[in-house]
């Protein structure tokens, strides 16, 4: 009799149970950074890339969606990495990548805190629950990019971001 009031039980459960989250397709950005030798871990630095084009109503048209078939656009995941040889990100505290369709960022799409001390040339960043919709389906967006160092940065070098977004 337990048996069958368990069964009952999970199948009224299984019907509450909805998934609105479906992953219409994924896409990416990508934005390359020069870091300067010198920077100090006193503060944190920004980098800020105005009008970079989105492209979003072009790769629609390539899924074969419309704007209206778009719940969300969710960050997904990302990542730093250093493209010179031998550089070591482990002076890097924490990453954060905030983008905006006006001058204000108040969109914080993806971060790092607490980037390990055994970093390498590569930086796992977490997307936040953000909705990105509003700006991403504009024709172009701002992006920054900030860093908190736990040391000096110790050379130039150049970086690459790499942007995961999900439609929803």
Do not use: W
Not at 24 to 50: E, R, V, W
Not at 101 to 110: A, I, R, Y
Not at 123 to 136: E, F, M, P, Q, S
Request: with cysteine.
């Amino acid at each position: 009799m337990k048996l069958i009031y368990g069964l009952i039980l999970l199948c009224l459960l299984n019907i509450q149970c909805k998934q609105d989250d479906r992953i219409l397709f994924d896409f990416y950005y990508q934005q390359d950074l020069t870091l300067p030798a010198g920077l100090s871990f006193l503060q944190t630095h920004y980098f800020q890339f105005d009008d970079i084009p989105t492209n979003f109503s072009n790769l629609l048209k390539a899924k074969g969606y419309t704007i209206k078939d778009i719940a969300k656009v969710s960050p997904g995941s990302g990542y730093m990495l250093a493209l010179d040889s031998g550089v070591n990100l482990d002076f890097i505290q924490e990453v954060s990548i905030m983008i905006s369709s006006t001058g204000q960022f108040n969109k914080e799409v993806l971060y790092s805190v607490q980037v390990p001390l055994n970093a390498g040339n590569h930086i796992d960043l977490a997307g936040t629950l953000v909705d990105a919709l509003d700006v991403l389906s504009k024709d172009r967006f701002n992006l920054r990019i900030s860093f908190k160092l736990r040391a000096n940065c110790p050379e130039t070098f150049d970086a690459r971001f790499t942007i995961k977004f999900l439609a929803l």
